[in-house]
């Protein structure tokens, strides 16, 4: 049977070492074998991926999205900074591609902290996830997977659900393709994901407003490894997603390819 505990934490909002709080957070709680999920926004503010937008100089190209898009230039510029690539928006929003995902925004969040601020991703994610993972064992004695999650929109889907941005020490991916389904018929695309599985069942405790609840410990899933998973990782190129090869399929692509430069 598995199990989710939810880890209060105190609000921060600037740089902080975030090993001496999952220490403190942690010890006497979890066990070996645990996977500790950790909201990447938490992580991100840890390392100080906070921007003050009154010192960002907006470039031309911010203030022309940001015209068009409706929300201020300095914003605008610092989610050009953090895109791969912007395939438009509507006011408030920009669509984004950021490391084979599709993002709103490109994953830059005014909430949960100070006004005027935001936050990006971390940087490295994977790389920092294993090294959580590597120093809770040190700390704590304790063998545990890490997950770095987000909440996300989905499309044509109401609400948000957790997905993830970087995981280590778990099989992230699960590879089904050649297994046979209830009926014997060979199973040829589906992958499951099963790190996105777990940050949606822990976004139910860490909540999306005040709740103050950044880390979640899931127990009774043994599925450890010592693999490491980066944001891109998970995602997939838009010339194999089926949303976006619908959305710009043949009748398209001449549009498509005028506005961004380039075939799916």
Request: with cysteine; hydrophobic share 45%.
């Amino acid at each position: 049977m598995i199990s989710l505990l939810p880890v209060k934490v105190r609000r921060f909002s600037s740089a902080f070492d975030i090993f001496d709080v999952l220490e403190s957070s942690l010890k006497g709680l979890i066990i070996s074998g645990d996977v500790v999920i950790i909201s990447s926004k938490f992580v991100a503010i840890s390392e100080g991926s906070v921007i003050d937008l009154s010192k960002v100089i907006p470039t031309s190209e911010a203030i022309t999205l940001s015209k068009r898009y409706r929300i201020t230039k300095e914003f605008a510029e610092v989610i050009q900074r953090e895109s791969d690539q912007i395939l438009g928006g509507i006011p408030g929003f920009l669509l984004c591609i950021k490391s084979n995902m599709l993002c709103p925004n490109a994953g830059v969040d005014k909430s949960n902290i100070g006004k005027g601020k935001v936050v990006v991703y971390p940087r490295q994610p994977g790389a920092l996830a294993m090294l959580i993972r590597d120093e809770i064992k040190f700390r704590l004695g304790t063998e545990v997977a890490v997950i770095l999650s987000d909440s996300r929109l989905m499309p044509m889907r109401k609400g948000t659900i957790g997905v993830a941005v970087a995981c280590a020490g778990l099989e992230g991916l699960v590879e089904m393709r050649g297994n046979k389904d209830l009926f014997g018929n060979v199973l040829r695309v589906t992958v499951q994901a099963l790190a996105d599985d777990l940050c949606s069942a822990a976004q139910i405790l860490m909540g999306e407003s005040n709740e103050s609840i950044p880390i979640v410990v899931v127990r009774g899933l043994d599925v450890h490894s010592d693999s490491i998973y980066e944001m891109e990782d998970f995602g997939i190129r838009k010339n194999q997603c089926v949303y976006i090869r619908s959305l710009f399929g043949t009748s398209f692509l001449g549009n498509y390819n005028e506005a961004f430069g380039h075939d799916l």
